[in-house]
Each structure stands twice: as structure tokens, then as C-alpha cells.
């Protein structure tokens, strides 16, 4: 038996992924998961859009200095890791994302057994 982890890649089929502005959030539903994109700088960026604080949304966030603000109680958030700023709650849980010329492509990671060459699920 051995345990695997890895990411699936699902293409996110989503017009206002591609026209995001600078500073800006999107929420999509990605399966059943509630994923908030944003962009800054050049890159694009997903985190589950459930604040770790208190389980909020992210509706109504800004960008200060880079880092995705919680418009509920100012927690800040680096976009890209998900580590709080300043520590005082947990982190924000981050999934990758790649834009490639099929389109915007949002990495699900997730656990799986091994058994005899089998995965279990």
C-alpha cells in the first residue's frame, strides 16, 4: 500500500477569468468548490473563497500591497501562498493555476492509496 498525492488539472470554462483586470476578484464554482480568482501583478491567482477567520466570503476584497484583504475583519492574505499576515488566524488555502492556451487551468490537489498498481480513489 502506498500513499499518493498529486494534482488534477480541470479547465475552469469561464469568460471573466481571461478579461480580469488588475486588483480585481472573480467567484467561480469549480465543481462544488467556491474558488475566488483575482489578478495581480500579471499573475492570476485562486484561493478558496471561505475566509479561514470566520468562514466568509471574500466578495468585496481589495489588494494592499499585494496581499488579498478579507473585507469582514482586514485579515490580509499573500495570494500566491496563503499565509496571513500576521498570524493571527490560519492560513488560506491556495490552488494553483495555469494559463495556457486551451485556457485557465485550476490544479485540485488530492490523496489517494495505492494498492497492488491500483488506486483505491
Known amino acids: ?8 488539472w480541470k479547465r475552469v470554462d469561464d469568460a471573466r477569468l481571461r478579461a480580469l483586470s488588475e486588483g480585481t476578484t472573480v467567484r ?15 499573475r492570476l491567482f485562486a484561493v478558496a473563497d471561505l475566509c479561514p477567520h470566520q468562514g466568509s466570503t471574500f466578495e468585496g ?24 499576515r500576521h498570524g493571527v488566524c490560519s492560513n488560506l488555502e491556495v490552488f494553483p493555476v495555469e494559463e495556457r492556451s486551451t485556457g485557465i487551468h485550476l490544479g485540485i490537489p488530492y490523496t489517494t492509496i495505492r494498492v497492488f498498481g491500483l488506486r483505491l480513489w
Not at 500500500?1 to 488534477?8: A, C, D
Not at 467561480?28 to 500579471?42: E, L, N, S, Y
Not at 494592499?64 to 469582514?72: F, N
Open 28 to 42: 467561480v464554482t469549480v465543481g462544488k468548490r467556491a474558488i475566488r480568482f483575482g489578478r495581480t501583478g500579471d
Open 61 to 84: 476584497a481589495w489588494f494592499d500591497e499585494g496581499q488579498l484583504v478579507c473585507p469582514r475583519h482586514r485579515f490580509h492574505f499573500h495570494p500566491e501562498t496563503g499565509k496571513a
Open 1 to 8: 500500500m502506498k500513499i499518493e498525492e498529486g494534482i488534477r
